[in-house]
């Protein structure tokens, strides 16, 4: 056995050569990797003892791709010349045309630049349910080793566009009907197999298939080309119609031509800002379970397997979907049969959406209710690892709760709440058991939204955040693990999002322009019509909590109000700020501007009661800015681990556009200086809303970044 580092060549009596990656946890291939895959190959092909090649993954795993740390890397130094030339260089002239058959053993998974070495080879063997994909659009680059060719080739260009423009992966069996795989055998006879298949091929048993030539999977030119035309009709960002592009050019030109479009194209899109941010969030998303003093004391995650929901209305029945969905077992306890038979109803709705929206079906979802059983009985509670409370925010009601569920359930028995507002030690003040005690904070609808606020107290022992942030995993969400304040992270950091909007009102810009620009900016939606849909008592009674938390800094606006007294209740009552009507969108509704100058009257805060004037960018500034300032007294105020678990709130909290790598990585494009100055000369302009905070002025001060990298 050679060992080469990362790459192992293990030479057999048989004539084959097997070569494995290996660099846990996923096989990523890093610089060095790339480098000894082309010298392990090159000895291969010089050694007369070797007939064939098997290429395979250590531990179970074939390959997750490129390593991250490479594109970070090219990300620091600004510089392309730091990418490996794996395109050409490994896949074509190595594997696909180093005159010794190559066949892919793949086990687990086989991602982007993994996929792409698997399909360079002449043929790919698999173990039963591995996750085969091209998900590098998703990362804000397109595949650079050959994928954009290769997959239309041994897939078809329909599939193949599928598979690129969502990320999706498919499985192995997929594979197999499609003519991705050619062979799916046991994890046992995998290396046996796929040396033999090699084999095969050189005795002339088996083609020897190279995939950059095929072209029957192609189909006619014509068919190929409308169907990337009717793909660029759906795709608007750009970096989908390159892709779009770069398989075009293979289509029209041949594979090798598509192949050196799709290295210049990779090349320019991994300097993007969106890689950047988008690389940013996957480092993110992944640091955020990782909590200091917690999960690296070498506490192992206890399995629940079992939960009781206290409360089923909105937020109950849809985290008792996210957990039935997760083959999570439920009880759901509610105070009378009326209420629990809606909230069984409910969670059964949210399961039917999921048939409509063909991600569940009929069979799955009987499979799926029977996990879920109502109950009125806290007796029923007592063999459960944990219960959910996700009652009304009624601090004795939730502490009463807390009293009863402590007198049924066991003693390792995780005590959780939903509240999004009132402090964890308050409600369970009146328990033993405050070593247990945290909140999962999810938000609505809770069987969708990805985010989950893990709150813990100084009681709460790291055993039990460990056991929560594997069971937010399982339900395949994101968590972020903050302390306790008054709207946490997420709702805090995002406050003046809500307040920013109403004071620029206030100022006499125009309210359907500011939302026009921070749709323009990403936002799925314009802060004045997310009023509209979330309902003005749900934004008034935010605001008075956040008042009362922080009324240094709150500003208070009428406009709301106004709007209720004259008869305005947004979507609910068809007339917001924007008209709803069931057949056509929304439409703006300007007779609202008198509202709005009877706000500004009362408020009386437009310097010489006359609008000020602002540009597009400042308008942004303005709301985003102050956003900034919040998150910086959260970093501060250590709620949260680090400030890119603020950049995850936002993309999955507040859906913040995830290309800009959230708010914080958003803010480090600006600068400290330039948020700071600007804060500043607001907030001698137009009072407290604006002013910098301590953390800001100081990064500031030192010309540092706010610190949105992991
Ligand atoms: C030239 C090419 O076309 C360009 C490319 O190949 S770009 C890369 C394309 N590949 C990808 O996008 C795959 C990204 N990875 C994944 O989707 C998932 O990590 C996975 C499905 C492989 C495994 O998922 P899962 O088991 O849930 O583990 P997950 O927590 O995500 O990852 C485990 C660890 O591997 C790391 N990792 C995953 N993919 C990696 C990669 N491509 N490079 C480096 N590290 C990687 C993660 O950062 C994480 O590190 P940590 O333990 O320090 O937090």
Not at 71 to 93: F, Q, R, T
Not at 249 to 274: D, H, M, Q, R, W
Not at 400 to 427: G, H, M, Q, R, Y
Request: hydrophobic share 40%.
């Amino acid at each position: 056995m050679a060992n080469k580092g990362s790459i192992n060549m293990e030479i057999g009596n048989d004539g084959v050569a097997v070569i494995t990656m290996i660099n846990p946890p996923v096989n990523a291939l890093t610089l060095s990797a790339i480098e000894e895959l082309k010298r392990c190959y090159q000895e291969a092909i010089d050694c007369d003892n070797v007939k064939a090649i098997v290429l395979t993954g250590a531990d179970g795993r074939f390959c997750g791709g490129l390593d991250i740390s490479v594109m970070e890397n090219v990300h620091k130094h600004g510089d392309i010349s730091l990418l490996p030339d794996a395109s050409i260089g490994l896949v074509v002239n190595k594997i696909e045309n180093g005159k010794k058959p190559s066949v892919a053993a793949i086990q687990g998974f086989a991602l982007g630049g993994g996929l792409e070495l698997a399909m360079g080879c002449n043929a790919r063997i698999s173990t039963p349910k591995c996750d085969l994909g091209l998900p590098e659009l998703k990362l804000g680059v397109i595949p650079g080793c050959g994928g954009t060719q290769r997959l239309p080739r041994l897939v078809g260009t329909s599939k193949a566009v599928d598979m690129l423009m969502s990320s999706k992966t498919i499985t192995s069996e997929e594979g197999k009907e499609l003519g991705l795989i050619d062979a799916i055998v046991s994890s046992d006879e995998l290396l046996t197999v796929a040396r033999c298949w090699a084999l095969d091929i050189v005795e002339g048993r088996q083609p020897n298939c190279n995939s950059l030539e095929k072209t029957d999977k192609l189909g006619p030119k014509d068919e190929s080309l409308q169907i990337l035309k009717s793909a660029r009709q759906s795709y608007a960002v750009s970096r989908y119609r390159d892709c779009l592009d770069v398989i075009e050019e293979g289509i029209v030109a041949g594979g090798y031509s598509g192949l050196l479009k799709e290295e210049k194209v990779f090349k320019e899109l991994v300097l993007s800002n969106t890689a950047k941010g988008l690389l940013h969030v996957f480092l993110a998303e992944r640091a955020s379970s990782k909590v200091p003093s917690v999960t690296d004391t070498g506490l192992k995650p206890r399995r629940i397997e079992k939960v009781a929901v206290v409360g089923g209305g909105l937020m109950g029945s849809g985290i008792a979907t996210a957990l039935i969905i997760s083959n999570i077992s439920v009880v759901v306890k509610e105070i009378n049969h009326e209420y629990l038979s809606k909230a069984l109803k409910s969670v059964e709705a949210n399961l039917q959406g999921f048939v409509t929206r063909g991600k569940l079906n009929q069979d799955k979802m009987k499979r799926t209710l029977s996990l879920l059983k109502g109950t009125l009985d806290y007796e029923d509670l007592k063999d459960v690892d944990m219960v959910i409370e996700a009652v009304n925010e009624n601090v004795s009601l939730k502490q009463s709760i807390f009293e009863d569920i402590e007198k049924v359930c066991t003693s390792e028995c995780i005590f959780a709440s939903n509240t999004s507002t009132i402090s964890l030690d308050v409600i369970g003040k009146r328990t033993t058991s405050q070593d247990r005690i945290l909140g999962i904070h999810l938000f609505s609808p809770a069987h969708l939204m990805p985010l989950v606020e893990i709150v813990r107290t100084e009681n709460t022992s790291p055993q039990v955040i460990v056991d929560v942030i594997k069971f937010t995993k399982i339900l395949r969400k994101v968590p972020i693990v903050v302390k306790n304040c008054t709207g946490f992270a997420v709702n805090r950091s995002f406050f003046p999002y809500m307040q920013g909007p109403d004071l620029l009102a206030n100022l006499g810009v125009d309210i359907f322009r500011i939302d026009r620009v921070i749709t323009e900016f990403g936002m799925r939606l314009g802060p004045f019509q997310l009023q509209d849909l979330s309902g003005y008592g749900i934004f008034l009674a935010g605001v008075e909590e956040f008042v009362a938390a922080y009324p240094d800094r709150a500003f208070q606006s009428p406009l709301v109000q106004l709007m209720v007294e004259n008869g305005r209740e947004g979507k609910k009552n068809g007339k917001g700020y924007y008209t709803y009507n069931k057949r056509s969108k929304p439409e703006a509704d300007h007779s609202v501007l008198q509202i709005v100058e009877e706000s500004m009257r009362l408020t009386n805060i437009a310097p010489a009661g006359k609008p000020i004037s602002v540009t597009d960018e400042e308008i942004l500034e303005m709301i985003f800015f102050p956003v900034v300032n919040e998150a910086c007294r959260v970093i501060e105020e250590g709620i949260v681990v680090r400030a890119s678990d603020i950049d995850i709130a936002s993309v999955h909290g507040f859906k913040f556009p995830t290309e800009t790598g959230g708010v914080m990585f958003w803010a480090d494009t600006i600068g400290s200086e330039y948020i700071y100055s600007k804060l500043k000369g607001w907030y001698e302009a137009y009072g407290d809303f604006f002013k910098p905070s301590t953390f800001l002025e100081q990064k500031a001060a030192k010309g540092l970044p706010l610190g949105g990298s992991c």
